[in-house]
């Protein structure tokens, strides 16, 4: 019998092609999990008031801000899950090695990370009509956002949330690597939030938010976000290289 | 031309050793029985063929290839065992057409009337299956996927008789109309001896024999008589086994390496020479004493 | 403490899209669900959003706005300039308002006394400078106007909402009214932090947005022989 | 294409001792006896006898090979093995040879076992000789 040759890149287009039907569940969590933060935003993000004088004035704030930060847990927390035994079985039940697993898992998050995004500009809209149609709200203002900015808007969701998806993937496969992780990472952030708040100002936390929020260009936001993303899936593969499978 | 070769092959678990230097070659398209109790190593040595595992020292070469993390050896080997894992997102029927992609050598046509055969319905998900069900699916994938090395890892538990009879035909056609390299392994030889063409017998990880399946009939033979000729008779000689079996008479089973002459002298003496059958050889060759679970009760 | 305070809720949905999100993913491993309704789902609401969104941009309610193209320097300029010429007129100049302060409404009144009293607005939460201009001549007409500068609030422009006060001359006094108390409620819809990082002016962080609460003052012009007593301060224009 | 489940059921004996192959070439030489296959017909090939029997086409193989060693069957380039002419004759002096040799020395074991003579061993073979005889005819 002859032996199949196979191209690296054929095997992960036909894994991509596999996990974007085998792991469907993400999509539908994703659908449970914006459902709930619309339901969220419906109070509105925000509010501002005062009074000068005789004017008062109350400002209710509605954006698309808390669904984004559900997602972005989402994202972190799917790609937590994708690096677990019952995810990784999936994959070596067919034609696969473990460069060839981690590829289309990327390839895959990329494929979620964009559904995500386009989703969060989307029900952010579904919140707006919510508010108007539903709650009534009155004295209604908004951006007039053109093609363009809303395009750049759209791709800088998608990037922050495949950034917390590359930040999952490295979380999941340490924990994978080995579970005191599971216990030591949740631990080592809160430590680390309580400890950076003390004695910084401003806070590593918000230093590093302004390394991305502040970037006014998209072009050097997505240079940013994507190397750092590659950096995490770089270190993820390294960990992961040696593991085996099904042991 | 090797399919398969290990030369020293160990896999250890801390200072367990669960391949234990462990040599051996499977030579292309024939189909090798793995026998071994169980805990003996057969899945360790399956998954470490298959890629899965990394073996501790030694050498191991699948296609020519160390196969952990190999494209290659993914690509041509199917491993089937009750742990594959699939989709809940995807029926039965979609499952057969990834695997359908996947494998070049793909027989779509088998893979249906199979599933045909065995009253699958197509919308079900593999979560849904009983533990017989899911071992005749996984059969219908290994079979269908017609891969160069084809790996069975116990691949009958849960299935009824009928299931079973009818996997191991299905097996043997398939392999006649498209001869391969497979490799079955089971704790029960007399289930798969007639379809074997050689036998690898292991315990505790090492190997005990590797022959073909009908020298392993004539490996050894019983020698059954009083306790004290017995005893007389087999003073320079190893028993794989040996067993009181009532007041004063004992069962021997030997190495069938002796000379006609020895065996004349023995049946002199009162002694009976019997055959001994294969499974019973496996049991013996592959159990912890020399005594059987009797030992445990004398 | 505040740190603990300002993470919880960080804490609190990371805890909640956690437990939903394993509940979610544990039941699609373990329990059947039927992945054709999934999908339906799943495609179900994608299209719902789009026709949400569709709906969303064309029978919408809403005032675009500009608000948020102000930003830090312009709120603080507009502000400074306010205080600047409120300073000066309080040192007794009143330069050009142009720009800066808009004459909302001016109101005349034939007037022949002699002495006029302005009428003590501090009863009421009213804070409008008034300015007070001796004509160069005695023409019997007291000339009242009331000047606005911008507010601006969380990049809203509230000016135009603002009412005027009632100004009236009752014998020898000049009242001054306070306008009607006003609340206005807004709603502000956005897209996010993620597409107000290009727009100008507004990253992450300076969503606070900065805001200008308007001066106002009030201008009198009085024939020149009238004096004027109560709470003002007399300015000459530039 | 092949079906499932058609397996004829076997006269092969699982329990008996002898090796599988042996099996298959003394079931070979029967068929050839009995001349359901006959002299310079092609006989069944290793696969043909492994679906037959549900058993490893190597060891159908070995079977046909025995009969090939003994000269029952000879093989034509590319086309198979066939029954040689005098295969009938080869088979029945090996049988004569060596299975009834073993079967007498069986025979006569137990006789002597059971207490049974020399004369009364011989007419009982000779009366169940002439039964099947008369059978046959």
């Known amino acids: 019998m002859y032996l199949a040759e196979v191209s690296s890149w054929e095997i992960v287009k036909k894994q991509y092609r596999y996990k974007l039907r085998s792991y469907f569940g993400v999509f539908s969590s994703l659908v449970v999990i914006q459902i709930l933060a619309t339901f969220f935003s419906l109070n509105g993000t925000g509010m501002s008031g005062g009074s000068s004088g005789t004017f008062s004035y109350n400002v209710n704030y509605y954006s698309g801000d808390l669904i984004l930060a559900f997602v972005m847990i989402w994202g972190f927390i799917t790609a937590i899950i ?97 579970r005191l992780f599971s216990f030591l990472i949740p631990v080592g952030f809160i430590g680390f939030l309580i400890m950076d708040g003390l004695h910084n100002d401003p806070t590593l936390l918000q230093t590093i938010a302004l390394f991305f929020g502040s970037e006014a260009l998209l072009t050097l936001l997505f240079v940013k976000i994507i190397t750092v993303s590659a950096l995490f899936y770089v270190l993820a593969i390294l960990i992961s290289n040696r593991m085996e499978v099904r042991s | ?148 090395l084809t790996i069975f890892d116990e691949p009958t538990s849960g299935m009824d008789a009928g299931t079973r009879k009818d996997f191991y035909r299905a097996l043997l056609k398939d392999y006649i109309a498209e001869p391969r390299t497979i490799i079955l392994s089971s ?52 028993p794989i086994y040996i067993q009181e079996i009532g007041a004063n008479i004992s069962y021997a089973v030997i190495k069938n390496d002796r000379s006609l002459i020895e065996l004349e002298n023995a049946k002199a003496i009162g002694l009976e ?11 013996y060759l592959t159990s912890k004493t020399k005594g059987g679970i009797d030992h445990v009760f004398s | 403490m505040t740190v603990m305070v300002s993470v919880l809720p960080i804490l609190i949905i990371i805890l909640l899209v956690t437990g939903i999100g394993t509940y979610a993913f544990k039941s699609h491993k373990k329990r059947y669900r039927s992945p054709r309704r999934m999908k339906w789902v799943v495609g179900g609401y994608t299209i719902l959003l789009f026709v949400a969104t569709v709906l969303s ?91 606005m500068g911008k507010m ?34 807004f709603t502000k819809f956005s897209e996010g932090f993620a597409f107000d990082q290009f727009t100008r002016g507004q990253s992450l962080f300076s969503r606070s947005y900065f805001s200008v609460h308007g001066s106002e003052f009030i201008l009198l012009k009085v024939p020149k022989s009238v004096k004027v007593s109560g709470d003002f301060n007399y300015v000459n224009m530039e | 294409m092949w079906y499932v489940g058609g397996e004829i059921s076997l006269i092969l004996n699982p329990d008996s001792m002898k090796p599988i192959y042996i099996q298959i070439s003394e079931w070979l030489e029967s068929e050839i006896l009995n001349r359901t296959i006959d002299t310079n017909e092609k006989i069944y090939s290793q696969y043909q006898l492994a679906e037959m029997f549900n058993i490893n086409p190597a060891t159908a193989a070995k079977g046909i090979n025995i009969l090939a ?58 009366g169940m000789h002439q039964k099947i005889k008369g059978e046959e005819k």
Not at chain 2, 223 to 238: C, D, F, H, P, S
Not at chain 3, 157 to 180: C, G, M, Q, Y
Not at chain 4, 75 to 85: E, I, S, Y
């Open chain 2, 1 to 148: 031309m090797k399919t398969v070769e290990c030369i020293e092959l160990t896999k250890q678990y801390g200072k367990t050793k669960a391949i234990n230097n462990l040599s051996f070659t499977l030579s292309e398209n024939k189909i090798t029985g793995l026998i071994g109790r169980n805990g003996a190593g057969k899945t360790t040595l399956l998954k470490m063929i298959a890629g899965y595992l990394r073996h501790s020292s030694g050498e191991i070469q699948v296609f020519g290839v160390n196969p952990f993390n190999s494209l290659k050896v993914s690509a041509n080997t199917i491993f089937i065992d009750n742990g594959m894992s699939f989709s809940n997102m995807l029926t039965l029927l979609e499952l057969l057409e990834s695997a359908k992609r996947f494998y070049p050598n793909w027989n779509h046509d088998l893979a249906l009337k199979l599933f045909d055969y065995f009253s699958f319905s197509p919308n079900l998900s593999h979560v849904n299956l009983s533990k017989g069900m899911k071992s005749t699916f996984n059969m219908i994938i290994g079979l269908a996927a017609r891969c160069p």
């Open chain 1, 82 to 178: 994708i690096t677990t035994k019952a995810y990784r079985y999936d994959d070596y039940s067919f034609v696969t090695n473990r460069k060839i697993s981690h590829f289309s898992n990327i390839l895959f998050l990329m494929s979620a990370s964009l559904f995500a995004g386009i989703t969060v500009f989307l029900s952010s809209h579904l919140c707006r009509l919510l508010a108007v149609y539903v709650k009534h709200v009155d004295g209604i203002m908004m951006n007039q956002l053109t093609i363009t900015q809303i395009l750049k808007g759209v791709s800088a969701t998608v990037l922050y949330i495949f950034l917390f998806v590359s930040i999952g993937y490295f979380v999941g496969m340490l924990i994978q690597v080995n």
């Open chain 2, 273 to 283: 020479v019997v055959p001994v059958p294969t499974e019973d050889i496996c049991t």
């Open chain 4, 69 to 126: 060693d003994e000269k029952v069957l000879y093989k034509k380039r590319g086309l198979g093995m066939f029954v040689a002419a005098d295969a009938k004759e080869i088979i029945l002096i090996k049988r004569k040879n060596t299975k009834l040799n073993a079967m007498v020395t069986e025979l006569a074991k137990e006789a002597v076992q059971l207490n049974v003579s020399e004369e009364e061993l011989i007419n009982m073979i000779r």
């Open chain 3, 57 to 147: 941009y064309t029978f919408f309610p809403g005032n675009p706005t500009e608000s948020i193209s102000f930003s830090e320097e312009e709120i603080s300029k507009v502000e400074n300039e306010q205080d600047r010429m409120i300073n000066l007129a309080l040192n007794g100049t009143l330069p050009k308002t142009d720009g800066i302060f808009t004459k909302k409404k001016t109101w005349t009144f034939p007037y022949e006394e002699k002495d006029l009293k302005i009428s003590d607005k501090n009863e009421q939460e009213y804070h409008a400078n008034v300015f007070v201009v001796s004509k160069p001549s005695d023409d019997g007409v007291i000339e009242a106007a009331h000047y």
């Open chain 3, 152 to 185: 601006i609030v969380d990049g809203i422009d509230f000016t135009e909402k603002k009412n005027l006060p009632k100004i009236n001359v009752e014998e020898s006094t000049l009242r001054i009214k306070a306008p009607e108390g006003i609340e206005v409620n």
């Open chain 2, 187 to 238: 704790h029960l030889i007399d289930e798969v001896e007639d379809i074997l063409e050689e036998v690898l017998l292991i315990k505790n990880g090492e190997k005990l024999l590797h022959t073909p399946v009908e020298e392993l009939k004539e490996f050894a033979i019983g020698i059954r008589g009083k306790t004290e000729a017995l005893k007389e008779w087999m003073e320079k000689i190893e």
